[in-house]
């Protein structure tokens, strides 16, 4: 069956550290992933879209790789800063012109 | 400003009782989504429509119902046959159905069955 696992439900950092969060898939050939912010009480905010055939996109303190050979994506947050701290959700396509299928999301805090 | 309303912010609703959620946005999207969200389960696909007068079953539409009839609007409505509505529901658009376009979502509506 497709799966889609992000790897922990919680990661807690320090400021100034770098976050990595993981987004792996089973079952699923994605064209795009898109990673999201969630605050709690809210809806998801769009951060990143990434294609198959790019292997890393930035914006701003935000990196996303995505390697379709381990089905896998890493949402990097670099020079954390506690206002970062929110839970984080992957997307992907679940086939060709079809809606976007969510991942359970990891909660990140970040200390001060 | 552009974006996606969603209304009322917290709903109580009685045993039996059916109840509609409100979802307006004015960035002129064809796509619109209704997901559903509970502790630990992540986000889930009621109904989504691509199009004014069509839209189509998610994962777990048994016990909603949507319409389409104005580009601007998709309520969801929870029925009575829906028998665990308590959940956070989020409305959401798109310029497309695909995923190569991130989603617009409003701020959600807090369903609670009392």
């Known amino acids: 069956s497709q799966k889609i696992e992000q790897n922990s439900e919680a990661l807690n950092i320090q400021e100034g550290k770098t976050a990595t969060l993981t987004c792996n898939y089973t079952?699923?050939?994605?064209?795009?992933l898109q990673w999201y912010r969630q605050d709690p009480g809210r809806g998801p905010v769009f951060l990143l879209l990434?294609?198959?055939?790019?292997k890393e996109k930035r914006k701003e303190r935000l990196k996303v790789t995505f390697d379709t050979t381990l089905k896998q994506s890493l949402f990097h947050i670099t020079a954390s800063q506690p206002a970062d701290s929110a839970t984080y959700l992957c997307?992907?396509?679940?086939?060709?012109?079809?809606?976007?299928?969510f991942g359970k999301g990891i909660t990140l805090s970040v200390r001060p | 400003d552009g974006g996606i309303t969603q209304s009322p912010k917290y709903l109580f609703r009685k045993e039996g009782q059916n109840v509609t959620l409100s979802c307006e946005q004015n960035?002129?999207?064809?796509?619109m989504y209704w997901y559903r969200q509970d502790p630990g389960q992540g986000l889930r696909l009621i109904y989504y429509?691509?199009?004014?007068?069509?839209?189509q079953k998610g994962d777990i539409a048994e016990g909603y119902s949507v319409s389409r009839e104005k580009k601007e609007s998709f309520p969801l409505t929870v029925t009575s046959a829906q028998k665990n509505p308590t959940a956070f529901y989020l409305c959401?658009?798109?310029?497309?159905?695909?995923?190569?376009?991130?989603?617009?979502f409003g701020s959600g509506t807090r369903l609670t069955v009392v």
């Open positions: 990434i294609r198959e055939n790019e």
């Open positions: 960035l002129n999207h064809d796509a």
């Open positions: 079952n699923y050939s994605p064209a795009y």
């Open positions: 997307a992907l396509e679940a086939g060709a012109n079809s809606k976007l299928t």
């Open positions: 429509s691509q199009i004014v007068n069509d839209f």
């Open positions: 959401a658009s798109s310029p497309s159905g695909t995923g190569r376009i991130g989603y617009t």
